[in-house]
C-alpha cells in the first residue's frame, strides 16, 4: 500500500523521531511512505483560536496536497480530529460547497497511527521489541473525536518485552488543550499536577500517547520535578524490533529524554 505522510506541525518541528518512527514501522510492514512536500499547518490553531477566515487557505492546500492519496497517515489523533472534524466545516462556512466536498473526501482517507494499523492493514501485532514498563495516556482528541478505543492498547500489548501497567484515571486531560494551558494556566498546571501523580503511581518507566502535544506537556512537567520517567510516542515503541542474535542493539530502541 502507498501511504501518505502527514507529518504535523509538532513532529516536524519538536518530535521528528515519531514521525521517523511512523515510517520505519510501515516500511518494515511492507508499505511504501511518501512524504508529500507542500504539506503545511493543518489549521487547528486558527480554527481553536477563532481565527476560522484565515484557515480557509491552510484547508485548500492540505486538500490540494493529499487529494492524489488513497491512504494518509498522521502519528497525531488532535491533527487527524481537525482534518475530520473541522476542514469541512471551515469550508463550508466560507461558502466554498466544493471545498468542502474535496476536504471531506480526504478526511475520509485520512488515519491516526493506531487506526490505520488496526483498522485499515488489519494487525495489532507489529513484531514491535520495546524492554520497558510502559503507561499508556489516551489523548483527548483521540480519544473523544477519533474515538480510537482500545486500539493503541492492543498494539501495545502485542509488543515483546514490553510491560503495560494500566493508568488510573486514564481518561482525564493532561491540561495541555492547545491555547488552553496558555489562556488558563493555573487551571491547566493543577489537571497536568493530577496526571504527572497517577503516572508517577505506576512505577513505569516510560509513559506513551498518540499525540505529540501531550507528550510535549507531560513531559515537560516530568522534567521539572526530576522524574525519571520519560515520555515516548506511540509510534517510537512500535517502530523497534528484536535485537540479532549476535546480541547487537538497535539505535531505536533508545528512551528519548
Given at each position: 500500500?502507498?501511504?501518505?505522510?502527514?507529518?504535523?506541525?509538532?513532529?516536524?518541528?519538536?518530535?521528528?523521531?515519531?514521525?521517523?518512527?511512523?515510517?520505519?514501522?510501515?516500511?518494515?510492514?511492507?508499505?511504501?511512505?511518501?512524504?508529500?512536500?507542500?504539506?503545511?499547518?493543518?489549521?487547528?490553531?486558527?480554527?481553536?483560536?477563532?481565527?476560522?477566515?484565515?484557515?480557509?487557505?491552510?484547508?485548500?492546500?492540505?486538500?490540494?496536497?493529499?487529494?492524489?492519496?488513497?491512504?494518509?497517515?498522521?502519528?497525531?489523533?488532535?491533527?487527524?480530529?481537525?482534518?475530520?472534524?473541522?476542514?469541512?466545516?471551515?469550508?463550508?462556512?466560507?461558502?466554498?460547497?466544493?471545498?468542502?466536498?474535496?476536504a471531506e473526501s480526504v478526511a475520509a482517507r485520512t488515519f491516526e497511527l493506531s487506526e490505520l494499523l488496526v483498522d485499515v492493514l488489519g494487525v495489532t501485532d507489529v513484531g514491535a521489541f520495546f524492554p520497558h514498563r510502559v503507561t499508556y495516556h489516551p489523548t483527548c482528541h483521540s480519544l473523544r473525536m477519533?474515538?480510537?478505543?482500545?486500539?493503541?492498547?492492543?498494539?501495545?500489548?502485542?509488543?515483546?518485552?514490553?510491560?503495560?501497567?494500566?493508568?488510573?484515571?486514564?481518561?482525564?486531560?493532561?491540561?495541555?488543550?492547545?491555547?488552553?494551558?496558555?489562556?488558563?494556566?493555573?487551571?491547566?498546571?493543577?489537571?497536568?499536577?493530577?496526571?504527572?501523580?497517577?503516572?508517577?503511581?505506576?512505577?513505569?518507566?516510560?509513559?506513551?500517547?498518540?499525540?505529540?502535544?501531550?507528550?510535549?506537556?507531560?513531559?515537560?512537567?516530568?522534567?521539572?520535578?526530576?522524574?525519571?520517567?520519560?515520555?515516548?510516542?506511540?509510534?517510537?515503541?512500535?517502530?523497534?524490533?528484536?535485537?540479532?542474535?549476535?546480541?547487537?542493539?538497535?539505535?531505536?530502541?533508545?528512551?528519548?529524554?
Open positions: 500500500m502507498r501511504i501518505a505522510l502527514f507529518v504535523t506541525c509538532l513532529a516536524d518541528t519538536v518530535f521528528p523521531e515519531a514521525a521517523k518512527a511512523t515510517v520505519r514501522l510501515l516500511e518494515r510492514l511492507g508499505h511504501e511512505v511518501v512524504f508529500p512536500a507542500g504539506q503545511t499547518c493543518c489549521g487547528q490553531m486558527h480554527v481553536n483560536t477563532g481565527y476560522q477566515a484565515q484557515a480557509v487557505s491552510l484547508v485548500r492546500r492540505h486538500v490540494r496536497v493529499f487529494d492524489p492519496y488513497d491512504v494518509v497517515v498522521a502519528p497525531s489523533g488532535s491533527c487527524v480530529g481537525s482534518v475530520r472534524h473541522q476542514h469541512a466545516m471551515v469550508a463550508r462556512r466560507a461558502g466554498d460547497v466544493r471545498l468542502a466536498s474535496r477519533l474515538r480510537v478505543a482500545d486500539r493503541p492498547v492492543r498494539l501495545l500489548r502485542a509488543v515483546r518485552g514490553l510491560e503495560l501497567v494500566e493508568l488510573p484515571a486514564a481518561e482525564q486531560c493532561c491540561g495541555f488543550g492547545g491555547t488552553f494551558a496558555v489562556k488558563n494556566a493555573d487551571t491547566s498546571s493543577a489537571m497536568l499536577a493530577d496526571k504527572l501523580r497517577h503516572v508517577l503511581s505506576t512505577g513505569a518507566d516510560v509513559c506513551a500517547a498518540g499525540d505529540a502535544s501531550c507528550l510535549m506537556h507531560i513531559g515537560g512537567g516530568l522534567s521539572r520535578s526530576g522524574s525519571a520517567v520519560r515520555t515516548v510516542h506511540l509510534a517510537e515503541i512500535l517502530a523497534p524490533t528484536e535485537p540479532d542474535r549476535a546480541g547487537g542493539e538497535r539505535s531505536d530502541l533508545v528512551v528519548r529524554s
